[in-house]
């Protein structure tokens, strides 16, 4: 695998809301490294920041290509699928984090990512089961328990109702 110079640089640099410097930075390694995965993701992401989606997508997609490492894929999935819904193309954003739920089944924010995609593609209930699915999943306070079992079964039962009984 390809070196990586030190990113801590990049990092500090996106701290301090320097994202141009950052941008021009990993620019000049990328002109001798430009099948570097991490690199090309860390560029992705500092385009994100700066609000350029639409050039952060050819980033996104190069460094998933590239083999990225499995422990970035999953935010490389996330920022590519997000800028896709961002930029209009909310059925190919649909697609990616489908994919992406394939390889990271259980990943909480990929599922909201994706529910903000079907949301975004007129599919509010099957936005809000998934919305529920991770809220059921990752929410563990104990005001939360007395409804969960109530939860489940309305995540399952979105579009039903039920006659109320008469006064």
Avoid: C
Avoid at 9 to 22: N, T
Avoid at 65 to 80: F, H, K, S, V
Wanted: aromatic content about 10%.
């Amino acid at each position: 695998m390809a070196t990586v110079p030190d990113l801590s640089m990049i990092r500090h640099l996106k701290s301090k809301g320097r994202f141009e410097e950052a941008r021009d930075q990993l620019a000049i390694w990328l002109e001798s490294d430009p099948e570097n995965p991490r690199l090309v993701v860390e560029m992705a992401f500092t385009l994100d920041n700066l609000g350029d989606e639409a050039a952060a997508i050819p980033y996104y997609e190069k460094a998933l290509e590239l083999g990225l490492d499995p422990t970035q894929r999953p935010d490389a999935y996330i920022g590519l699928g997000s800028s896709l819904r961002v930029v209009g193309r909310t059925w190919a954003a649909r697609q990616l984090l489908e994919k992406g739920l394939e390889e990271f089944a259980q990943h909480p924010a990929m599922r909201v990512f994706y529910a903000l995609a079907l949301f975004q593609d007129h599919n509010a209930g099957d936005a809000f089961r998934q919305l529920l699915d991770v809220t059921l999943r990752e929410v563990s306070s104990p005001e939360f328990t007395p409804y969960r079992r109530a939860l489940m079964y309305y995540r399952d039962h979105l579009n039903e109702s039920w006659p109320r009984p008469p006064k």
